[in-house]
């Protein structure tokens, strides 16, 4: 049956006072695997239900395709691939990918090892003397965002004026008309206004310049499929950009909190960083960095788990529930690093699969390993720490910690 | 080997003899040990040198990209094994549980897995098989002549048969720039597998690659010269085509000749088994300590009306060895079936290639996503109304829902649209060239009136 049980428990999830622990209310949620709400929308909270509809190819990212468009989500400017279907989705993707990952750049993620590293190790190197250290703004913001932009070709220096904006678009993005003021809204659409501005420029300076970084490769690009559009560069660029502002902060932040929660894993860690690998497999699945896909739209009737979802419907995909329901994954709640057959939904499945998963993975990893070797028996400040206020993208928004005698 | 002690007396100190020790016996192997199973081990193989992975060898080992030494298979533990390596086993004696070898050794065991996999079916000519420029891919060593001859630069390359190796080192070879011609008995490659509409589209494929495809032609001789070296390939059609080189992909045999005396349900098809992976004998009665794994087990699916399939997938020989090693240590009520859905993926022409299901079990067969002239599409096949496999070109990560299909015994065709919606959805016949998974001919006679005295006895064929 898709009526849920607990109307209300959605509404709980998004709300802030639960943003320290939603899983009880998840557990809830499961309780009706394809749960109606009163809107008209499903939301999507079991594993197999969520990989079915993930695989499904019945189910759009093209907001177009939903029956009652909802304002948040209207589309200004071109989509990046994020927000398109095949064959679209399919052809930006693969032109971003000819730069990024194999077959075509298989180098990318280790090539940058070294500078990963080093990047680490500068940003701990600037703990020193300090009484408190704030995981977040002290490390786990500062250092993908200075991977991303050396990715990309943004200047390091332009970073205070897109840090704004990307934090209106982030803002924007669970956006609810019910509750919300209008303000946020409109906030966002300028946010993505000005960062496609900027990008847009940069772009433009790239062209006939071969670099090597993502924009210049991307703007000079010759591959089968031809070049993309300045609007198509501009759309991508804004997508990885966001992207590897706001999702890796919060898997690194989540991976030292709960590290601190677990002292016997942190301790181990110290002893074997080949750990880390596993580990943070497990954090993917235990505290991830995206916890609700916002909507998709059924682009004709689906059946899942029985129920017919009909065409035009929005679908909120659950996916944090997912990588925690006990019947895909033994004893989920408990994190375990030696966790077999762990193939959560941290990074989503099917054609969306995060694109920047494996440099993810191997920031994440890099920053664990360096934290714990070199932070002197680390303590947490507060526990919960405050959190940021998307449900979406959830994560702390300071993680204040203690070391040494201090 | 019922009670509770008798199981946990064997997996303490038990013998366990693994003939075969390619993938299927290696990863039996290591699922063996994870499962706690402390006693002997013994591996048999008749390959010199470590375990080493076989999809790559028509694949980037010919490229020159990989080399042959470079394909060996990662241990995912220590398996702490006796290693038997270059001499093949000969016999079964199951009224003693010997496994014999070729040089007259004999290795006792209490339970035993087959896992001898399959050998490149040769070219039926002797003397013109053994022709320098003559190749079948199958082994390491294989490989790495074929790629030897190919960085020679021959001025053309013939390869006999179109399924997924000859096609896939066709392609090879047009990557190289090698002149390639490929002469395949049915009316186009890869039809055998996937019937004629894909069949059609893989030879659009190759010709659009430059490769001089031959259809519906069978190759009668191969002619060598004063040095014996192969120069020429003469067809039934009265033409001929000169090449240095000559591949022979005509498929396998699987390995059974050593089962001959064994009393066990072995033949050209593979040994039959139940899904518990446990070897059935001639009579069709299930034995207890005989497993099967890999490409030479005949394996029933219920999805496919309860039918033995016998499959040549790298996954199903990871999954079988899976099964039959959870099997072997385990008691009858913690017995594990294999029920997982078939899946095999080649690259050829740039396009990879990726099927779920068992698309030869089907009647009929429709494009449902994506567009076949930009070569990336899925096609769902069908039978008597329900899905039962599916293909992809350049679209593999749809899979997973046709699997899903496949599992729920969805109606087929599967309903529309979908965003990427191909020109045109309507199912046309999927057209097989023959009966393959009927019988054809007879491998067992049954003797014998009462009840009691009923049994089969097998005829061997020479093929």
Known sequence: MATTKTPDTLRRILDYSSRADPYPLYAELRETPVALQEDGSYVISTYRELTDILHNPHLSSDVRNLSHPVEAFERSGTPSFINLDPPEHDRLRRMAMRHFGPPHTPE???????????????????????EQIDIVDDFAYPFPVTVICHLLGVPREDEPRF??????????????????????????????TDLREYLGGLVEQRHGRPGDDLLSRLANDDGPDGRMTDDEIVATANLLLIAGHETTVNLITNGMLTLLRHPQVLQRLGDEPGLVVPLVEELLRYEPPVHIIPWRASYSDITIADTVIPKGSRIMLMLASGSRDPNRFHDPDRFDPDRRDNQHLGFGSGIHLCFGGPLARRETQIAL??????????????????????PVLRGPIHLHIEQGDG | MTSA??????????????????????????ALRDEGFTGSLTMIGDELGEPYDRPPLSKQVLTGWVPADGTKLPRRRDIDAEWLLGVPADGLDLATNHVHLADGREVPFDRVLIATGVRARPWFVESEAALDGVFVVRTREHAESLQRALAAGPSRVLVIGAGFTGSEIASICRERDIPVTVAELAPAPLVGALGAMIGEIAADMQRAHGVDLRCGVKVTRLEGDAQGRFRRAHFDDGTTIDADVAVVALG????????????????????????????????????DDVFVAGDVARCPNPIYEYRLISLEHWANA?????????NMVSGQADRWPHLSIPAFWSIQFGVNIKSVGVPTFADEVVVTQGSVADRRFVAAYGYR?????????????????????????????????????????????????????LAQGATVVVTGHDPSERRVTAAWQHR
């Open chain 1, 108 to 130: 990318l993620v280790a090539g940058l090892e070294p500078d990963l590293t080093a990047t680490v190790g500068s940003l701990i190197d600037g703990f020193a003397g300090k």
């Open chain 1, 163 to 192: 840090h704004l904006w990307v934090n209106a678009i982030i803002d924007s993005i669970d956006y609810n008309p019910k509750t919300d003021p209008k303000e946020r809204l409109t906030n966002g659409r300028q946010a993505t």
């Open chain 1, 369 to 390: 390993n360096e934290l714990v070797r070199r932070l002197d028996r680390p303590r947490l400040v507060a526990d919960p720490p405050p959190y940021r206020r998307s």
């Open chain 2, 5 to 30: 002690d008798t199981l946990k007396g064997f997996k303490r100190d038990g013998r366990i003899v693994v003939v075969g020790a390619s993938l299927a016996g290696l990863r039996a192997a290591e």
């Open chain 2, 252 to 287: 396998g045999i699987r390995n059974t000749d050593w089962l001959r005396d064994s009393g066990l349900a072995a033949g050209v098809w593979g040994i039959a088994c139940d899904t518990g992976c446990r070897a059935l004998d001639l009579n069709g009665l299930i034995t």
């Open chain 2, 318 to 326: 990871v999954e079988q060895a899976e099964i039959a090693a959870h």
């Open chain 2, 385 to 437: 109304g329900r899905v039962t496999a599916a293909v992809s070109f350049n679209n593999a990560k749809w899979l997973d829902h046709y699997r899903q299909l496949i599992e729920t015994a969805a109606p087929f065709p599967p309903p529309c649209p979908t965003p990427d919606q191909p020109a045109d959805m309507k199912p046309v016949p999927v057209d097989f060239p023959g009966p393959t998974l």
